[in-house]
């Protein structure tokens, strides 16, 4: 359906691509797998003709198709969903997925606005049943966000669809149901091209499997490829996978240095009550609308709860104010990244030390030595690929993105770290090395809060799980009993979980 053939791209001093070949035949999904920064993101680009290649050439059937612009590649049939959700926040949903193709239901001059609803209504009815048509984007969740996207790159009947990481925002029945229409849109011969970094979607939906480094192919395979496999080409070498280890348990006397009790934020959080000890790392985790984002809110200072308390290091949060919750302790690391936390025009710099300033500046100078050290600290320590420092970060791939947020954070050393979605777009390797530090930072009396829809980075990163449904709690877990079985269960509405140490 399309072909790169030997397309290289370079970016100032990094080689994204170089010599890249690549087709996507009728009907097959085309994984697409490489550590952060290997150049995935930058052939989807140049496939839908949002960014230009150096050399080499984009091939559709015999002919050469050189995009002037995305709304070319668009025309051709060809459609990208990006990492960063790209929605229009006042429109409404429906509108989201119609916009761009009146033309295609103009008749005599005339838009047929009626047909072109039903037609995006049903097609939302079975990607995102849990979305109403008619509501404002802006006041939806990040996943129903993501899967507006993609009902919009659906909605034009693509002959080639490029999805970037589609499956991060989402959780564990959300996925299912992406890929099933995924495979009806590949039943119908529209060519996939796949990126993700969960190998298990590998064998659940991949035909084809790519594998970059450093910007080229180092390896194609088959979907059936054993994940050590995959993992040695991704890497370069043999890395070992973590697997769940509890941290040394707290001893029960400390005292929760993050607390909520009968916390309730509108409709969707009622009457939570945890808390989370220092060395602790409990995850939080629920599918759907399930009131973790809610509670995300609140806990980071975002929102006020309507109810119910705060506490943090035994004093209240209190009103909605992100700087009073970090100031009482608590660094946060946002999921959708790139509206809550990347200042895409500055430096990779600042955008580690921006929560640190005041350390940094004792007499309202900042000391830039200082700054430049803790920069690069953590810059080496997550292994973030950029230049240097003075790299604009917008020029970072998305998962080197995610870790700057990290290190924002990890570099506030703050008593309490509270992180939703921490490996959205993270590779494999890299997503080890981060629980690793992790664990690293709780050791050293931590108390750390990872609220996630992705059940396997709950059962390798938490000690202790909070499993929510319908914004109350519906279990807790830890030791043996913290099981996939235990936790999908709860998510679901299951029987209830006998609580785990509830007592404090
Ligand atoms: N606009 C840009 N300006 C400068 N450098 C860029 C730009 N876009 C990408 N790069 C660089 O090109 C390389 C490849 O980036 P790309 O986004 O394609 O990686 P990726 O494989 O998609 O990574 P990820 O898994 O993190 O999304 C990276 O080193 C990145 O920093």
Redesign the pocket.
């Known amino acids: 359906m399309i072909r790169a053939r030997q397309v290289s791209k370079v970016?100032?001093s990094?080689m994204?691509l170089d010599s890249v070949s690549l087709d996507l035949l009728p009907g097959e999904v085309h994984v697409l797998l490489?550590?952060?920064?290997?150049?995935?993101?930058?052939?989807a680009k140049i496939l839908a003709g949002i960014v230009s290649p150096d050399s080499g050439r984009i091939e559709i059937g015999e002919r050469l198709a050189a995009f002037a612009n995305p709304g070319e590649a668009r025309r051709a049939g060809i459609e990208l969903v990006q990492?960063e959700t790209t929605v229009v926040p006042k429109m409404s949903v429906v509108d989201n997925v119609t916009l761009g193709w009146e033309r295609a239901y103009t008749r005599l001059g005339l838009v047929r606005r009626r047909r072109m609803r039903e037609d995006a209504v049903r097609l939302l009815r079975e990607l995102a049943p849990d979305i109403p048509p008619d509501a404002i984007v802006d006041g939806i969740s990040g996943s129903q966000k993501h899967r507006v996207a993609i009902a919009r790159a659906l909605f034009s009947s693509p002959r080639v669809l490029i999805l970037?990481?589609p499956t991060a925002a989402l959780d564990e029945l959300e996925r299912e149901s992406f890929f099933s229409v995924v495979r009806r849109v590949t039943s119908r011969g529209v060519a996939v091209l796949y990126?993700t970094?969960h190998l298990a979607e590998v064998p659940a939906i991949g035909s084809r499997v790519t594998i970059?480094r450093d910007?080229a192919i180092v390896a194609r395979c088959a979907p059936d490829t054993p994940e050590p496999q995959l993992v040695a080409h991704i890497a370069g070498r043999q890395i070992s996978m973590q697997h769940h280890e509890a941290s040394a348990p707290t001893p029960a006397a400390a005292a929760p240095v993050l607390e909520t009790v009968d916390v309730c934020a509108g409709e969707a959080v009622d009457r939570v009550s945890m808390h989370v000890r220092p060395g602790e790392v409990l995850g939080v985790y629920g599918v759907g609308q399930c009131g973790a984002d809610e509670l995300a809110e609140v806990l980071s200072g975002h929102r006020r709860a309507d109810r119910g308390r705060v506490f943090v290091a035994g004093r209240t949060l209190g009103r909605a104010s992100v700087s009073r919750a970090l100031a009482r302790g608590v660094a946060y690391v946002p999921g959708e990244r790139g509206r809550n936390g990347v200042v895409g025009t500055l430096p990779v710099r600042d955008n580690i030390t921006l929560s640190v300033l005041p350390r940094l500046s004792p007499a309202g100078v900042i000391r830039r030595r200082a700054e430049a050290r803790t920069a690069a600290r953590w810059t080496a320590q997550l292994r973030i690929?950029?230049p240097d420092l003075e790299a604009q970060m917008?020029?970072?791939?998305?998962?080197?993105q995610q870790k700057v947020l990290l290190a924002r954070a990890l570099a506030c050393e703050t008593p309490v770290l509270l992180l939703k979605e921490p490996t959205a777009?993270i590779?494999v390797q890299s997503r080890q090395e981060i629980y690793t530090a992790l664990k690293q930072t709780a050791k050293s009396g931590t108390a750390i809060v990872v609220i996630t829809s992705d059940l396997l980075e709950l059962l390798t990163v938490a000690d202790r799980a909070l499993v929510l449904y319908r914004g109350r709690v519906a279990g807790e877990f830890a030791g043996p009993a913290l099981t996939e079985e235990a936790v999908l269960g709860a998510a679901l509405g299951g029987s209830a979980a006998v609580p785990h140490d509830s007592g404090q």
Not at 34 to 43: D, I, M, P, R, V
Not at 394 to 400: D, F, H, T, W
Request: aromatic content about 4%; proline content about 0%; overall charge negative.
């Open positions: 970016f100032g990094t994204a490489g550590e952060n920064g290997a150049g995935k993101s930058t052939l990492q970037d990481e990126v970094h970059m910007g690929k950029t917008s020029a970072l791939s998305g998962g080197n777009g590779d």
